[in-house]
């Protein structure tokens, strides 16, 4: 129980601390610095593999939590009483919010950011300006990161104030 509980919190706080890093600071630092940021992400995205390891720890926080959610629920005399308990009603909303949260950002914001750093290294390849084609590309790609990132942090919040409330209901 304490192996999971380590990696369902460790890996929630380090997915939510990064999805808050990028969203608040990082994606819109590099929206104003434009193609000056591309040598930074580029690095990010394909050296450190960024969206692979947020991915990972989505996955791992998901899996665990569902798997620690299984143990509670078995705890109680049926599956009705555990999900009209409070704690096991919040419990249960909170893990859809984080399954859909993860499931949701690594399709809208990690899939698109690294569609992003290869446009964006193509047009550094080029040692010219984005054609017409690779601008609408990025201005495409840099919306949609925007978008599912706000929705994605949001998301998140909602996902952890659940489970840091859950007995509290």
Do not use: C
């Not at 369902?8 to 590099?30: N, V, Y």
């Not at 450190?48 to 109680?76: D, E, M």
């Not at 009209?84 to 249960?92: D, E, I, N, Q, R």
């Amino acid at each position: 129980m304490i192996v999971l509980r380590t990696f369902h919190i460790l890996g929630g706080a380090l997915w939510f601390g990064m999805a808050f890093l990028f969203t608040g600071f990082l994606g819109p630092a590099a929206g104003e610095l434009g193609p000056a940021a591309g040598p930074v992400m580029s690095n990010l995205v394909k050296k450190r593999k960024i969206a692979t390891v947020i991915a990972a720890l989505a996955i791992t926080t998901v899996i665990a939590g569902w798997t620690l959610w299984l143990k509670n629920a078995l705890a109680y005399p049926s599956i009705g009483d555990w999900l009209t308990s409070p704690f096991g009603l919040v419990l249960t909303l909170g893990g859809i919010v984080a399954t859909f949260a993860a499931q949701y950002g690594i399709r809208g914001i990690g899939n698109n950011v690294e569609r992003l750093v290869a446009v964006g290294d193509e047009v550094a390849a080029s040692g010219g300006p984005p054609t017409a084609e690779q601008g609408a590309a990025l201005a495409r790609l840099g919306a949609e990161i925007e978008k599912h990132s706000k929705v994605d942090i949001v998301l998140l919040f909602v996902a952890v104030f659940a489970m840091a409330t859950a007995r509290y209901w």
